[in-house]
């Protein structure tokens, strides 16, 4: 069975968070809730504070236990950049660049299946 949490419209980067959610793929969630509350990004308290709600969804909705949990699925999708998210940067000669205020969404899944043994190579 498997949990999910998501938060849309994150005000953080895609890229930045990507970064971060490469560090906590497919790892246990105390492990990667211990790894998230010690990078000293603003990326890591948001996919933390994702983390814990996957966790509370897994224990609350379908009853698992939390200590055997780990992350199955994560990614980072890329939210709006239009609209009210965009600003102007004054440039020479009455020239406007504009600056994107880039979005997030951010998806974990957590389960509690035991990994599958990963195939060894034979020579």
Known sequence: MEAKAIAKFVHVTPRKARFVMDVVRNSDVD???????NIPNRA??????VV????ANAQNNYQMDPDELRISRCFVDGGPAGG???R????????????????????????????????????
């Open 31 to 37: 492990d990667a809730l211990a790894l998230l509350d």
């Open 44 to 49: 890591a308290r948001l996919i933390a504070k």
């Open 52 to 55: 814990r709600s996957a966790r």
């Open 84 to 86: 009210r998210q965009i």
């Open 88 to 123: 102007i940067q004054p440039r020479a000669r009455g020239q406007a660049y504009r600056i994107r205020k880039r979005l997030s969404h951010i998806t974990v899944c957590v389960t509690d299946e035991p990994r599958a043994p990963k195939a060894r190579r034979g020579r």
